[in-house]
């Protein structure tokens, strides 16, 4: 049940150790034997898949509020300027939108946690694997998604947990974990040497994957999608490039159109966009509690629905009504018509995450798709004085989206350079999605979130002029060198792994 207050006592708990039941290096989660046969590793790696939707058991018990997915949307899209948090609450998340953060927090220790786990058991699929004598392409494809989701959640833990590359890539990045035998005791990595191992990883997995399973289940376009991002924000700009042609030009996913857009993520295992989700089935409907739309949206009974689409997001999208990507942004309203607010907080629901098969808490997170590739694309041809060519990415973008009206049609509007209308429409696309936070940060831009909500320290519920600029009010702009904006290494790393050091 959430509460308005945070218990100085629980906080003070859970960011102190001795609360703390057990702590475990990332080496320490290890796989049940593998059976080497071609049924034997399809089920180990299928069980991979399952990990980043489960509620697994950390620390001796199962917490719903505790799963891979849930975690990473806490991490890296709560903080940013699109989201608004509507009230005080216990659960972690608080910290994503206060920048409060602790090495002890529950979301970012059980992130780091199942994120080894997931690569640990890829890195018993790959050594047991390669130990087979002429893998045929059917096993060839398992040892090759098993590089993948290891490149995947390395990537995610170095975005999350270190400096951005265009940052500094000689700064402490996360511990590697390539192979069962690697030492408990390990020193992070530098942020290029994770890069580094990431790229050669989602390389070899392309390399491998040759029999599709799927967009459930990782594939050689989500390699070279994967390449696309990983290479973008190196600031590798001709190699992202190269990775996003190889998607578009496989010809075998197309962008989705104003009519059918709409409905792109309740049903993102059969869109025509969709490169890479995971997969959910009803089954796996953790309803009000556990569920990632739980926090976005509520119809009355089905969530808590705290989180809101920030009048930041909404200022930027309001020139053009007719665009589609609206309908992912749903105002409650009340007998008259009105938006209704919670604590002066307008009420807009985010809808991404909500209504497979009928459900408002149910639906098949999208990792990969079409669109962020064409914008992937977009931003590298603008860094590389490609202005045209980027303008055409971003058209074929809004073209689909109900702006046809409102192309560039090759011309740059006046006062505005190339990468801003690309960080714009990344930002109209892909928002809820995991990546504002990247965006900003990388390209060492401050996140404005000069706006009412409860990301505000000191905030008060009377004064919701902010225009007033209330004195005690933090928080509302943060500069992109703010040691703030990456994640404390959580505590049973450091307590466990004295040669890994804490971040500042």
């Known amino acids: 049940m959430r509460i308005n207050i945070i218990l100085t006592g629980l906080f003070l708990c859970v960011c102190s150790t001795g609360c703390l039941k057990e702590v475990s290096p990332s080496d320490a989660i290890t796989s049940e034997t593998l059976i080497t046969t071609p049924d034997g590793l399809k089920n180990a790696v299928n069980g991979s898949y399952s990990l980043f939707k489960d509620h697994v058991s950390f620390n001796g018990t199962v917490d719903v509020g505790l799963m891979y997915l849930r975690n990473y949307y806490h991490l890296s899209d709560f903080s940013s300027d699109d989201i608004t948090c509507g009230q005080v609450t216990t659960d972690p998340l608080w910290y994503s939108f206060t920048l409060t953060h602790s090495p002890a927090q529950s979301n970012t220790r059980f992130f780091w946690y199942i994120s080894y786990k997931i690569i640990n058991n890829s890195n018993a699929v790959i050594e047991a694997g390669e130990k087979i004598s002429n893998p045929d392409a059917a096993t060839q494809q398992l040892i090759g998604e098993s590089y993948f989701l290891r490149a995947f959640c390395h990537f995610n833990l170095v975005r999350l947990f270190a400096k951005p590359y265009s940052q500094d890539p000689a700064a402490a990045g996360i511990i590697l974990r390539t192979s069962l035998s690697d030492p408990s005791q390990k020193k992070r990595a530098t942020v290029a040497e994770v890069y580094d191992a990431v790229i050669a990883d989602a390389e070899k997995a392309a390399t491998l994957m040759n029999q ?16 696309s991002r990983v290479y973008l924000y190196k600031e590798d700009n001709a190699k992202a490039i190269a990775a996003a042609d190889k998607v578009i030009s ?3 996913f197309s962008l989705t159109d104003a009519i059918t857009f709409p409905q792109l993520f309740r049903n993102a295992q059969g869109s025509t966009e969709t490169i890479f989700c995971i997969a959910f089935t009803p089954v796996d409907d953790y309803g009000k509690n556990g569920s990632v739309a739980s926090m976005l949206y509520s119809d009355g009974n089905s969530g808590w629905g705290e989180e809101f689409a920030s009048s930041s997001l909404r200022d930027v999208m309001a020139a053009h009504p007719e665009d589609v990507r609206w309908s992912y942004i749903s105002p409650r309203k009340d007998a008259g018509g009105n938006v209704v607010k919670m604590n002066g907080i307008e009420t807009y629901y985010i809808t991404k995450y909500s209504f497979q098969g009928g459900s408002p808490t149910l639906s098949s997170p999208v990792m990969f798709r079409l669109a962020e590739v064409y914008l992937n694309r977009a931003e590298a041809k603008a860094k590389s004085n490609m202005t045209p060519a980027a303008l055409d990415d971003v058209d074929e973008i809004r073209k689909k989206r109900g702006l046809t009206a409102s192309l560039y049609n090759k011309q740059l509007p006046a006062g505005r350079t190339v990468l801003d209308v690309v960080l714009q429409e990344r930002r109209m696309e892909l928002a ?13 831009l401050s996140m404005n979130r000069t706006y009412w909500g409860y990301h505000l320290a000191g905030l008060q519920e009377t004064d919701v002029d902010l225009s007033k600029a209330p004195v005690g009010y933090t928080n509302m702009v943060v500069n992109w060198n703010s040691p703030r904006t990456i994640f404390y290494i959580p505590v049973d790393e450091i307590q466990a792994n004295p040669l890994c050091t804490q971040n500042p």
Do not use: Q
Request: charged share 30%.
């Open 212 to 227: 599709s399973r799927g967009v459930s289940y990782a594939n050689k376009e989500a390699a070279w999608a994967l390449l």
């Open 250 to 252: 496989s010809g075998k």
């Open 432 to 444: 809820f999605e995991g990546h504002r936070n990247f965006d900003v940060y990388r390209n060492k």
